[in-house]
């Protein structure tokens, strides 16, 4: 493969990557959604799950090419040690960034089973860390972003996650006590108040 | 021979298992769920183990008894 | 109920002379009680004094009344590396009860001598006493006590006070294990028993203060002499606190047996009994007809009912049963750990199913959506919480069923529902 089409693989390898991630974080907002008949709750996590895999895949290719494109110097260590390409050092290292915590939310969910249940939603966290950092990578980058198209794709992934997750924390507020709590775990509320001392008898 | 069982504490009434395993599984009113008690029959055993793994808080188990 | 006193009677046992309360004296202990048996100390009493719990017939007294060789002959048997932990139970959260605070007060060397003695013969490496914070008197006359002993015969396991928050279920096993853990004082889910908890790596075991203080005394005076009062089925005294409609609430040893309308009956009634409440808020209602059965496990098993923590409440003519019964079950629901949906959502649901049907809320409908709701409660969390509301709010409906009819045709019932007889702890927020 030439230089070229390297180049053009990490291109559009990238962009797919960030519209998979931002479709897979606003499949994972939503779990706490109703379920409908058409889609249950279970397969709207089966499906982010499906998507997480398919962004994995995506964006290892990017990676990839852009350390075998010779034409920028981007070696292993710059996958996931930040600043230590010269290739566009700041936006680069947000990339790099966005693999480190993208790698841990991965590898957590990967080892589910063998890690504790509050361990697995810390790691899992870092997903919201990952995600910015991916659309300042790729908005910062600059490779594409004067084609309006590509702008207008970054842009309706911003708001659909955005917008989701707004979604997700006004309707948390909003229903606190009325419905079961999926959100807000009931140990969680219980665990503020476990510390105060008990009434008189 | 399996039985299906919730630990309730773990559980935060997400009700995927009830989707996956609705012949076994039904919620209360409250969204949590309503397990039977009778061993899980052979063709249900796949949508029982998947029940068990899609749980957000790994809160349903397989047990298995009778004879070892 | 904050100044119980004990009330006299022929059979104090476990209780010492109130003249020394609280002052932990261990002198006038060994005066009244003589010292632990030294002659027949030496290799093997701790097989012989177990042989002699078992032979006594000693049962748990901190609700649940297994019989106490049990637990301890599986854990003796599992050898000496082991080195469990005791946790000595004095959290009495139900607020009806005030027998081992009562205890603790009167005879706190007893207490310990128990524990010394578990603890030696389960080769015990540590022994963690847990007092409620909301009662620092607990832990400073177990303090005092502590000091004054030079050292235990029985047993070298090291002694700690740990005072934890005090909330109804903080006292349940692996709720009291989890507090000594250091993590919020809440029930886990043990489907299987006889796993027991674990106290840091080591596994815990857990006694109620009056089950070791019969412990002391039959280490002293033998299962024979244990055995010399009660029934043959659950031999010895036990701790009863009574309260409600009488005219000396307090804390009374009582032979097992004994009537309960006798038991009432020393606390001296003030008005007509319509019904008691036995075991405590998780436990039974009991009617007037009823209450000439003995006091007992067999006896209160007739009608569903067990000595539970060791809890008599009176219940007055002029009160509303369904009224007192869901003033219960609302103190019960904000009681609830909050792990386990059907009890967080369904344990108030309980509550306005009975204040509905309290405030004369027609048709049957509403009787229906309570026994609806009895049922999605009943053994559906990890612990035993819900369970004993519904067994309480079932009995309920058996011997309030009178009133209940009433109420549910919309006419008053023989009682008052706007003023309230029981005294229960506020709940919520305006606790402290």
Known sequence: MSSIDLWYTTRATGLVALVLLSGTMVLGILTAGRATSTLPGFARVAIHRRVAVLTVVFLAIHVLTSVLDTYVDINWLAVVVPFTSSYHTGWLALGTVGVDFFLAVAISSALRRHISARAWRLWHWAAYLSWPVAVAHALGMGTDTGLPWVLGLVSACITAVVGTAVWRVVRSARSKGELPPTIISPRRSLRLSAGSPAGAK | ?68 | MNTLESIRTGTARLLGDETRWRTADLDAHVRRYGPLFRAESGAGWADRLLDEIERSGLTGRGGAGFPSHRKLRLLRSAGPRFQPVLLVNAMEGEPASGKDRVLVGSSPHLVLDGAALVAGILDAGKIVVCTPDDRPELARILGAALRQRQGDEWSTAPVEIRELCGRYIAGEESALAAGVNGRPGVPGYRPDKSVPVTVGRKVGIVHNVETLAHVALIARYGADWYRAVGTAEAPGTCLVTVSGAVEKPGVVEVATGTRIEEIIGLAGPTRLVQAVLVGGYGGTWVSREELSAPYGPDGLGSFGGSMGAGVLVALPVEACGIRETERIVRFMAAESAGQCGPCLFGLPALADDLGAIARGERGHHVFDRLLGHCDAVDRRGACRHPDGVVRLVRSALKVFAGDLACHLRGSPCGGSVRTSFLVLPPVGQERR
């Open chain 2, 1 to 68: 021979m399996s039985t299906i069982r919730v630990n309730p504490a773990a559980c935060d009434g997400f009700g995927f298992c009830s989707e996956i395993l609705p012949e076994m599984i039904r919620r209360d009113e409250w969204g949590f769920p309503i397990l039977a008690d009778d061993a899980v029959p052979e063709d249900l055993r796949r949508a029982a183990e998947q029940a068990v793994a899609f749980c957000p808080r790994r809160a349903l188990r397989l047990e298995t008894t009778g004879p070892r």
